[in-house]
């Protein structure tokens, strides 16, 4: 995750939505398209307000969210850092456009401010149902990095990362909130520019006529340059060769695919992030994401002083599912925890890579109202 290299900095009185904009503003977003959609049009009303003060900030707002990610895309193709915010709704309709965007590997942030559906569903009550949703809502086989946050500062953090990693693995990257996470309003700390390590996508150092858009590479991440400078770039949704050219030769679709796989697979170390709290002698662990994260840590923490030996993993990447942090709590621990705002989408993942180690325990809102620590509470105790 994006760390500042240093304390320093503003404090402001943010919601969570303005502090992603603060976070995308710090990693150098210089493009937003977008369409306002509950709960997440303060995203879209903050870089409205200022994006277009900066030197070099494009701000658009489109007519629906299909045309928000294709100008997103073609953004990101002439070399911006380009970002959207979004909720279920209009989530559903970039889904096209986000298989898009893994083909011809376009560096890109998406926010979606998850509220309650299905349909028009619960649009000012917060839920967690579109987790699945992130990782399979396109379709064919593609491969998908999928954040989250669970308070304002993180919010912050964890869109200078989804930046941050749109750059380095040359992906779309899905920032999942919810709406009591956007619409929390608590004191943080905007760092200074030069105090996060900000990336960039890399460039060829080849000869224009060298040079292969979707070649094979050590990480699997060919240089991107943007579109007019003078490199040959051919741009297709089809299965391509490595100058972009539609392919239906087998060995040339396998290696594309295989390719588009491995560079994020061989780095889930680096792209797999969440919080350790009071596991390491924990025997029953809570595994929470967003702001039920939140409710979890005072329940461990209300857990502990009871003598129940409860801990937290916090959850910061949903996908690549970070199953090595699940697998590490193997010693101690006999049960998870999983509560979460559907009806189960990321207690599936835990069970997945469970493999029978733990007794998995679930709770499940889907009503719009928030799980609160006493709830947990009551779980934890129940030995």
């Not at 060298?210 to 943007?226: A, I, L, N, S």
Request: hydrophobic residues 40%; proline residues 7%.
């Amino acid at each position: 995750m994006a760390k500042p290299k240093k304390k320093s900095g503003r404090e402001i009185f943010a919601l969570g939505a303005e502090a992603v904009v603060e976070g995308a503003l710090l990693a150098g977003c210089s493009f937003y398209a977008g369409y306002p959609i509950t709960p997440s049009s303060e995203i879209m009303e903050g870089m409205a307000s200022r994006l277009p003060g900066t030197s070099d900030g494009v701000f658009v707002q489109m007519e629906d969210e299909i045309a928000s990610m294709g100008a997103v895309i073609g953004a990101s193709l002439a070399g911006r850092k380009a970002m959207t915010a979004t909720s279920g709704p209009g989530f559903s309709l970039m889904q096209e456009f986000i298989g898009y965007g893994c083909m011809i590997e376009a560096p890109l942030v998406i926010v979606n401010v998850m509220r309650g559906g299905p349909s028009t569903g619960l649009p000012t009550s917060p839920a967690q149902a579109d987790v699945q949703q992130a990782r399979w809502g396109t379709h064919g086989d593609h491969s998908v990095i999928v954040l989250s946050a669970s308070d304002v500062q993180e919010c912050l953090a964890m869109t200078v990362t989804a930046f941050n990693f749109a750059e380095r693995y040359r992906t779309p990257v899905i920032l999942l909130l919810d709406e009591i996470t956007a619409h929390t309003r608590e004191k943080i700390t905007v760092p200074t520019p030069d105090s996060f390590e900000i990336l960039y996508r890399l460039q060829p150092s080849m000869p224009p006529e060298w040079y292969k858009p979707f070649e094979e590479t050590v990480r699997g991440v060919p240089p991107m340059p943007p579109l007019g400078a003078g490199y040959r770039y051919h741009v297709t949704g089809l299965t391509h060769d490595p100058l972009g050219f539609p392919t239906q030769r087998p060995d040339e679709i396998v290696a594309l695919l295989e390719r588009q796989f491995r560079k994020i697979d061989q780095f889930f170390f680096d792209i797999q992030l969440a919080d350790e709290i009071e596991t390491a002698d924990a025997e029953i662990v809570v595994v929470a994401y967003g702001s039920v994260a939140r409710s979890a840590q005072l329940a461990v923490a209300q857990a502990r002083e009871k003598g129940v030996k409860a801990g937290l993993l916090k959850l910061k990447t949903l996908f690549p599912f970070p199953r090595t942090k699940l697998e590490r709590l193997a010693p101690h621990c006999k049960i998870l925890v999983v509560p979460e705002m559907n009806m189960g989408q990321m207690s599936r993942e835990v069970k997945r890579v469970n493999t029978g180690q733990f007794a998995v325990r679930t709770i499940n809102r889907v009503d719009g109202q928030i799980i609160t620590p006493a709830e947990i509470l009551k779980v934890l105790r129940r030995r």
